[in-house]
């Protein structure tokens, strides 16, 4: 089995994708990138910019070869879409789909925009959509929808992956956050090796307050019972997010690392240092509108 991770936030924008191949397949999960709109009163940095380009890059490379496509649910940093700003990965830029069998999230439980993102990328590939919840085919299964974050929150369900090859299990859990003890069970009764997950989103923890201390005990027992568990995501929107990675990392014997790290990278977490980034390269007036209209490029800041 091979792993691996084309974008996510430390290296620099929102993304949670990756692929993995076994024997005769590659599958492409969640090949979706995108940059907060605003934090801290700014919107993305040019350098945050050209990072999610290079993340868009590799996975429109990732296609080519790929014979599934996995989307966990329909938010911007997920999937492939009409795109709502320039910094995502509009369907229209996508290769050829010829021979790849996609796997979706299922219509239920999920807000008015996800569905009609849905219904936008169905009519792009020319067919309805599967619901893959629950489904096992050669070597892959598919979770029932689990919480987007904290149960009964109103934040809508999400679909795990999990991927088998020999004695190696790979479970891709999407943006679970660790939020929720039952997920994590589902998880864990799948005996995985490997886990690739979204942490708590720290940064919101004035309105999820949960996301430090149920979280880590969420997290500290997924540590505990497999190989190596990378964490990322939600949880690398802020500095605070690695210091509390690494002090579950002291904590256990396994690898617990970020996506970064797991690819032999140093981590790049750039929208959580977006304030320093203006300070320290400060960002000429209408940058972003002629960004938008292709009238300037990011030469100087890849």
Known sequence: MQIEILGCESFGARSLACTVKTGDKKILIDPGVALAR???????????????????????????GATDVVISHYHGDHMPMKAEDPYQLPAEALPSLEGIRFWCKGPKNISGLSARRRKELSHFLGYPLPASEGISSSGISFSSPVPHGTRDK???????????????????????????????????????????????PLYLSHH????????????????????????????????????????????????VLCAAEFMGKKPELLEARRKILYEKFPVPRGWHEAYAKGETGLDEYL
């Not at 369900?157 to 997920?183: K, P, W, Y």
């Not at 964490?231 to 002090?247: A, I, M, N, P």
């Open 38 to 64: 605003l934090r801290y009163g700014l919107p993305p940095h040019p350098v945050e910019v050209a990072a999610a380009l290079k993340i868009r890059k590799k996975i429109l490379a990732a296609f080519e």
């Open 154 to 200: 109103g934040f809508g369900t999400v679909m795990m992956t999990r991927i088998c090859e020999g004695n190696d299990v790979f479970v891709h859990s999407s943006d679970i956050q660790l939020l929720d003890r039952e997920a994590v069970l589902e998880v864990l009764a799948w005996k995985p090796t490997i886990v690739f997950a979204s942490g708590p």
């Open 208 to 255: 999820v307050p949960e996301a430090s201390k149920e979280a880590f005990e969420n997290a500290l027992l997924l540590a505990q019972n497999v190989d190596t568990l990378i964490l990322d995501h939600h949880l690398l929107r802020s500095l605070e997010g690695y210091r509390w990675l690494k002090k579950l990392a002291g904590k256990v014997e396994n690898t």
